[in-house]
């Protein structure tokens, strides 16, 4: 535990009253003692009152001269300073004053050399590293381009890197985040053993591994020349292992039953063949005959059957991936014409599942074939659902293509496709034709094309820009896992800021979670694009007064999960992290008794600033917030997520100063943080 600085500004003030009233009853009671005894008049006996009076009326004018000359300057400079260690940055917002204030012009100067000092410390840092900065976004953009999957993990399976695919891939899993462990995100016995067993000149080795459903094809190597780093690559074969499994397995177990009944219909037929034609061989001719019908009915079956199998074969096809309609026109577009819009879809868009690039070639090949039946001008694009089909319609103001032009297109070879298929082979992976039909008005035609359909049904998500903070080579350097956490440093923590938004303030009658929101903060790095946001079905109206302070209406939680399902996805989120909240009494009590332990260690700013601070009025999120210069963006304050990034920031901020004063570990912290308690901090009881 540190020293106390100064003592609190409410102690400092009760003291002094408390001296100058005793000081001045004190007087009082010796002046009312001598004026009894001496029986003294006029101006002797106010002389002797005044003179009795002048102690305590000393002590207080004193007492008043010094909080606004000295302690309250004092206040503003250990405020001050403490918002230059926080942030070096930081404007000077209070300039010395009272019997300090001839230190105001050494304070800027030191203030104005410090800033210099850094200003050259990171122009020479820059100007050093501009050509491995360049080199490093080149990789970093390269990384985030690539559609492969991959991570990087440190010798103790914690991810360090990963890349913009891999973040699509793994989309909604709460295992993927720099500096978990890859355990988290791919749980399989067999990749644990995998990954100990790695030879060290980088071969690679494959496995499957279940992930949400699905099973992944994971390829994993050693970086050679590395502390023992691992690339891992994923790649989805659920589709691959289905058809092996099932369509393609179910179509080898139909061929010896489809041999046997084309044998027994060869059999009986030779037989019937060389039977000759009298009276005593007709009930024979008869049985021969029933088994030739009954063979072939079961053959045709079989043939129905496989017939089947194959479409659905190729409707699973590997090669036959989802496409949004809207995408689909504006490639044909662009494949078209690109300098004229030529196709206009219309109608509902949707999703259907085609291989993109020979489509794209085949309508591209049909309008050149068809130019002189189809009109210049343009098209309409529109797509229509039924069942398991999705009708891809190609629509012109005139009348049909002829079958006979069809027919002659279906034989045209594609010489811009690997192998140059013809279009009937193009039609035959997918498992379908097009034909040219009039609409019921006789003034429209379409070319139809049926196409599998998927069951999304959403838009895809618009692509968000690449994610700031995708790798952290650093994490390498971090402890392991496994060691004590009590005597991990504090820069070394792997935390998890969280708040919550509530019904109300009383959590023990019946007020519960509305929103909760989480970032994390790895090796000393706020991720802000890490984040955990969700609203909570509350299962009761919010009350308007909540509403006005945090904004959250009965709309916003509509539909929303109940808590219990929340607090487990923030549980996965939280992983092995320490938890920090502003106030987390109130914080840890919204959370707490819903059967989802959270029994990790849990930090509270509001109590390291206490600590660290204790002479200081105003230790709230916003008085803080204004003291190291921290800043909520428009609309987040009140916010779970917007009050919880701003927490982590502030964490950011206490650090170095928690760094000077010798508190490095995180059981000091704790001491520190145990030691400012107060039970009227807990304002949620």
Same mark, same amino acid.
């Given at each position: ?84 260690? /926080?942030?070096? &940055?930081?404007?000077?917002? $209070? *300039?010395?004053? %009272?019997?300090? =204030?001839? +230190?105001?012009?050494? !304070? ?56 913009? /695919?891999?973040? &699509?891939?793994?989309?909604? $899993? *709460?295992?993927? %985040?720099?500096? =978990?462990? +890859?355990?988290?995100? !791919? ?34 190597r050693r970086v050679p020349g590395s502390e023992k ?22 179509? $080898? ?11 027994? !219909? ?90 993109a690039p020979a489509l794209i070639e085949l309508f ?104 700031p903070e995708f790798h952290d080579f650093g994490i ?210």
């Open positions: 535990m540190t020293p106390k600085s100064l003592p609190k500004r409410q102690r400092l003030i009760g003291m002094w009253l408390l001296l100058s009233g005793v000081s001045l009853l004190g007087g009082a009671l010796f002046a009312a003692w001598l004026d009894s005894q001496l029986a003294l008049s006029g101006v002797a006996r106010a002389a002797l009152w005044l003179g009795s009076f002048s102690g305590g009326i000393t002590l207080f004018l004193m007492g008043l001269l010094l909080e606004r000359m000295l302690f309250t300057p004092l206040r503003h400079l250990q405020a001050q300073l403490a918002r230059w260690v /926080a942030n070096p &940055d930081a404007q000077d917002e $209070n *300039t010395p004053e %009272g019997w300090l =204030k001839g +230190l105001g012009p050494d !304070l800027r100067r030191v203030s104005q050399s410090w800033r210099a000092d850094r200003a050259r410390l990171a122009t020479a840092h820059a100007e050093g590293a501009r050509s491995a900065s360049r080199i490093r976004q080149e990789l970093e953009t390269l990384l985030q381009v690539l559609e492969t999957p991959l991570l990087l993990c440190d010798r103790h399976r914690r991810v360090m890197l990963f890349n913009q /695919a891999a973040e &699509d891939f793994f989309a909604g $899993n *709460t295992g993927l %985040g720099l500096g =978990k462990r +890859l355990d988290a995100l !791919l749980p399989a016995a067999s990749l644990e053993q995998a990954l100990a067993q790695l030879p060290e000149d980088g071969s690679p080795r494959e496995m499957l591994a279940p992930c949400d459903q699905r099973w992944l094809k994971v390829v994993i780093e691992t690339l891992v690559t994923c790649s989805d074969t659920t589709t691959a292992w289905n058809n092996e499994m099932g369509v393609r397995a179910e179509l $080898n177990h139909l061929l010896p039953p489809l041999r046997q009944h084309s044998a027994s !219909l060869s059999s009986a037929a030779d037989a019937l063949t060389q039977l000759p034609e009298s009276q005593s061989e007709h009930s024979l001719r008869t049985r021969l005959e029933q088994v030739i019908h009954e063979e072939s009915s079961a053959l045709n079956r079989q043939v129905a059957h496989i017939g089947t199998l194959l479409d659905d074969l190729q409707y699973h096809g590997e090669r036959l991936r989802p496409i949004w309609s809207n995408d689909f026109w504006q490639s044909l577009d662009e494949r078209l014409d690109p300098a004229h819009r030529l196709i206009t879809p219309i109608g509902v868009p949707a999703w259907f599942k085609g291989d591209s090949s049909l309008v050149s074939h068809l130019s002189s039946h189809l009109p210049s001008s343009g098209f309409e694009g529109e797509i229509t659902l039924n069942h398991k089909r999705a009708y891809v319609d190609l629509m012109w103001q005139g009348a049909p293509v002829p079958e006979s032009e069809l027919g002659v297109w279906r034989g045209q070879q594609l010489s811009s496709l690997p192998l140059a298929p013809t279009v009937a082979d193009i039609l035959r992976q997918h498992a379908t034709d097009i034909w040219s039909v009039a609409d019921t008005d006789k003034r429209y035609a379409r070319l139809r094309l049926p196409l599998p359909t998927i069951a999304q049904i959403q838009a895809p998500r618009e692509s968000a820009p690449p994610r390498a350097q971090l402890p392991a896992p496994d060691e004590a956490l009590a005597s991990r440093a504090l820069r070394c923590l792997d935390i998890v800021a969280f708040d919550t938004e509530t019904t109300g303030l009383e959590l023990r009658r019946g007020d519960t979670v509305i929103s909760l929101g989480a970032c994390r903060i790895v090796n000393g790095r706020l991720l802000a694009s890490d984040a955990f946001d969700h609203f909570v079905d509350p299962q009761r109206p919010i009350p308007a007064a909540s509403t006005v302070i945090h904004g959250i209406t009965d709309a916003d939680v509509a539909g929303a999960a109940p808590l219990k399902t929340v607090l487990g996805l923030f549980h996965d989120y939280v992983d092995n992290a320490v938890l920090l909240a502003h106030n987390a009494a109130f914080d840890m009590l919204a959370i707490s008794g819903h059967g989802i332990p959270f029994d990790m260690p849990v930090l509270d700013t509001l109590l390291i600033s206490k600590a660290l601070d204790e002479a200081l009025d105003g230790h709230d999120l916003d008085t803080l917030a204004k003291r190291y210069d921290l800043h909520f963006p428009p609309g987040t304050r009140h916010t779970a997520l917007g009050d919880a990034r701003v927490t982590a920031e502030l964490w950011l901020a206490l650090l170095p100063r928690l760094e000077a004063r010798g508190i490095d570990t995180l059981e000091e912290l704790l001491a520190l943080q145990a030691n400012a308690f107060d039970k009227e901090d807990a304002s949620a009881s």
